[in-house]
């Protein structure tokens, strides 16, 4: 299976801050990446698919980028409401694995 | 409104089975494929399978923790999928999500609200 090594796994900040994440695969995976947010006791929620393609809804202070093995999100500009966890997931091939997640706090 | 209700959870004894059910709404069911994803208590996320949809013959898709235990199928008809757990263990104790999977976005992107699955003597 294909692992997914995701840092850091928490990450504190203020508002207005620029945040970056990432994750790195054990294999190339082209750009079948996505990534996640979930909030305590709420479910994920896609902001991030095709490694770089901004999910309907989601604000354009969020980007992704990266190809192959390397990927990265940014939250250019902190807000409330994105302290949160945050899970890359690969869905280039079978068993699909997300990484380990980064837990985004206010600093 | 799309949504997604995840049913079936609770309390059951290690070797026990569970099914848990989803019922979708407010979108073309037999089009998608459908995931389940677990997450354990205090714990990240973890992809535990996949129904295709009819255009692929209903094939499925499992982690490795889970197969040849956990079996997934659906129900075009009643706009439902349900994950089949067998001979589970205390591991298995999650909260379990369904999630629909829209090709054109390569990404799960309508959620269930979760079902929690506790496996305990």
């Known amino acids: 299976a294909i692992q997914m090594t995701q840092s850091p796994s928490s990450l504190s900040a203020s508002v207005g801050d620029r945040v970056t994440i990432t994750c790195r695969a054990s294999?190339?995976?082209?750009?079948?990446l996505g990534w996640y947010q979930q909030k305590p006791g709420k479910a994920p929620k896609l902001l991030i698919y095709?490694?770089?393609s901004l999910q309907s809804g989601v604000p354009s202070r969020f980007s992704g980028s990266g190809s192959g093995t390397d990927f990265t999100l940014t939250i250019s500009s902190l807000q409330p409401e994105d302290f949160a966890t945050y899970y890359c997931l690969q869905d280039y091939n079978y068993p699909y694995t997300f990484g380990r997640g980064t837990k985004l706090e206010i600093k | 409104e799309v949504q997604l209700v995840e049913s079936g959870g609770g309390l059951v004894q290690p070797g026990g089975s569970l099914r848990l059910s989803c019922a979708a709404s407010?979108?073309?069911?037999?089009?998608?494929?459908m995931d389940w994803v677990r997450q354990a208590p205090g714990k990240g996320l973890e992809w535990v399978g996949r129904s295709r949809n009819k255009a692929t013959s209903y094939t499925t898709e499992y982690a490795a923790s889970v197969k040849d235990r956990f079996t997934i199928s659906r129900d075009d008809s009643k706009n439902s999928v349900h994950l089949q757990m067998n001979s589970l263990k205390t591991e298995d104790t999650a909260v379990y999500y369904c999630?629909?999977?829209?090709?054109?976005?390569?990404?799960?992107?309508?959620w269930g609200q979760g079902t929690t699955v506790t496996v305990s003597s």
């Open positions: 294999q190339g995976i082209r750009n079948d």
């Open positions: 095709a490694a770089s």
């Open positions: 407010g979108f073309t069911f037999s089009d998608h494929y």
């Open positions: 999630a629909k999977y829209t090709g054109s976005v390569n990404g799960m992107d309508v």
